[in-house]
């Protein structure tokens, strides 16, 4: 496909373009319920399912956090048992307005593939599901570096080199709950900007001018060399995506977010509770 996708598309686009892109189900619940199981009793028709924690996260740990990125190459094979080539435009949904396909669709863009979320989810095709799996392929996906213009870490998050953002519902960033980490609160001088806050409660985008909005009470205007995180790397994408999409520019992602820096003891947290 030769036409470049911006990170959001509606489904008018894919039934405009049938047979022009992969369609990949990205579902995936933090309290542990099965993506895989969900897939299997009804999904978009011809979508193929990717698993988060098999091969958009590499093994978990307190120094890496929950869900940081796996190895490239372990990455690339996922994407060929899913039939996925290099040359593949690839169309990304889940349950939840997008904030979990956007890990995938984050890490295909800035590895130069072409793929999006499907604005609305699985809420934005109007037809009926299907549990039937489409034929297995091989795809020809090649294994690259995850680009280190686009990733910063726990001790640039830490020093004020960059303005950071906070993609956490508002209640984790102020520290009134945390129901996975053992630090509850957010990251000295992050800023809130709930990735949830850019949808309808219906699961799809609200207009672009309220999205600005929000990013503009936060006091973001432009990306630059604006760090977003979350818990572990995976919401925080559909921050740096919306900017993208709303022409702001490419940020930069904490993956090992809240989940690796609330277990660094020997850092400060700020919101409601901190030192929990």
């Known amino acids: 496909m030769e036409e470049e996708l911006k990170p959001f598309v509606d489904w008018s686009w894919c039934a405009d373009n049938p047979g022009k892109f992969v369609l990949a189900d990205c579902r995936w619940y933090l309290d542990g319920s099965s993506g895989s199981d969900a897939y299997r009793r009804g999904h978009l028709p011809g979508a193929v399912f990717i698993d988060l924690d098999q091969w958009l996260s590499g093994p978990a740990s307190p120094e890496a956090g929950r869900n940081p990125l796996p190895d490239p190459e372990v990455f690339a094979e996922g994407m ?71 990733l910063t870490d726990i001790s640039e998050v830490s020093d004020g080199k960059y303005p950071v953002i906070d993609a956490r519902n508002r209640d984790r960033f102020d520290g009134l709950q945390d129901p996975v980490d053992p630090r509850p609160g957010h990251i000295p001088g992050a800023v809130n900007v709930p990735c949830r806050g850019n949808l309808h409660p219906l699961g799809h985008l609200l207009p672009e001018l309220e999205i600005r909005a929000n990013f503009e009470r936060a006091g973001v205007s432009s990306a630059g060399n604006t760090v977003s995180y979350c818990g572990s790397g995976v919401t925080a994408c559909h921050n740096l995506l919306m900017m993208e999409q709303l022409g702001m520019g490419h940020g930069k992602l904490f993956v090992g977010g809240w989940s690796q820096y609330s277990r660094a003891q020997e850092r400060p947290v700020a919101g409601v509770s901190p030192g929990l």
């Open 80 to 150: 060929r048992q899913a039939g996925i080539s290099d040359s593949d435009a690839v169309i990304a949904y889940d349950d939840a307005g997008g904030v979990i396909a956007a890990r995938l669709v984050w890490m295909l863009r800035s590895t130069g593939h072409n793929a999006a979320i499907l604005n609305g989810g699985m809420a934005a095709y109007p037809g009926e599901l299907t549990a039937q799996t489409p034929p297995p392929r091989r795809g020809f996906f090649s294994a690259q570096s995850w680009p280190g213009r686009l």
